[in-house]
């Protein structure tokens, strides 16, 4: 099998082409190397510009995951970039959810989700999200990070064991991801500002991993996991009733299945 082609071109002007209908003002950025597209991102919003932008790097010295976990990220083996959208919805609530159910269908129907921002393939982490936002002079702004491991890594270190693209779609690039993903994703943003995550509940639910499965949290709660909420919580069946956990500080995992309750 012929391995995927490192020097495939990004698709910069391509995605530019299909974005600009729906964001006149959009720009697009590839950079070799940043500390972190989320941080440069956010600098940026802060500094009051305020224009759609999707930046892209090869390789973040930085970069950044949900609760300050380190993310890797090396030219090919790799797919980082953030999206930086203003935005101004009734409900922010499952917005980190949107944009997973967004990529997991943009990606290959065997992609599951992980509440409240993973993307896994065989309980393995294939992808994650860090969704961060800026308000600023009464303007508020989004920034979106996404990591994808497109081929296999070394899984010393890790919480949990990660899975590749490349598993899935033996001959997909970095490039190739980026473009297959990104117009849809911007499009699904646009349709969240106005209907919010409850519209998407039902899609959510044919890939998510935890609902059925008996899990326990990061805050030591413990139980049976029952889907979500119309909102993007994480319904919790416990000893004590049911729970709805909305924080994205807590951490879920499924427990073994030789686990008793």
Request: with cysteine; hydrophobic share 40%; aromatic share 4%.
């Amino acid at each position: 099998m012929t391995p995927p082609d490192l020097h495939t071109p990004w698709p910069a002007e391509a995605i530019w082409e299909q974005v600009f209908p729906l964001l006149p003002d959009f720009t697009v950025e590839i950079l070799p190397e940043i500390d972190s597209t989320n941080s440069e991102l956010m600098r940026r919003a802060r500094a009051g510009q305020h224009e759609p932008t999707l930046l892209v790097a090869e390789r973040q010295s930085a970069g950044r995951g949900r609760m300050g976990r380190v993310w890797q990220s090396q030219a090919g083996d790799s797919l980082t970039f953030s999206l930086s959208l203003p935005m101004s919805p009734q409900d922010w609530s499952g917005l980190s959810l949107a944009v997973g159910l967004s990529l997991a269908e943009s990606l290959h129907a065997e992609v599951g989700l992980k509440w409240p921002n993973d993307l896994w393939f065989q309980s393995r982490k294939l992808g994650g999200i860090l969704v961060e936002a800026a308000s600023m002079g009464g303007r508020s702004q989004v920034v979106i990070g996404v990591g994808l491991n497109i081929r296999p890594r070394p899984a010393e270190g890790l919480s949990t064991a990660p899975a590749a693209l490349t598993e899935l779609l033996p001959q997909l690039t970095a490039p190739a991801c980026l473009s297959q993903v990104v117009p849809p994703l911007i499009r699904a943003m646009l349709d969240f500002e106005h209907t919010g995550f409850a519209p998407l509940l039902s899609r959510f639910e044919v890939r998510d991993v935890l609902k059925g499965q008996r899990v326990h949290t990061s805050d030591g709660q413990q139980g049976l996991c029952l889907g979500l909420t119309p909102g993007g919580a994480l319904r919790l069946q416990t000893d004590l009733g049911v729970q709805e956990i909305h924080s994205a500080e807590v951490s879920v995992r499924p427990l073994p299945k030789d686990t008793s309750s």
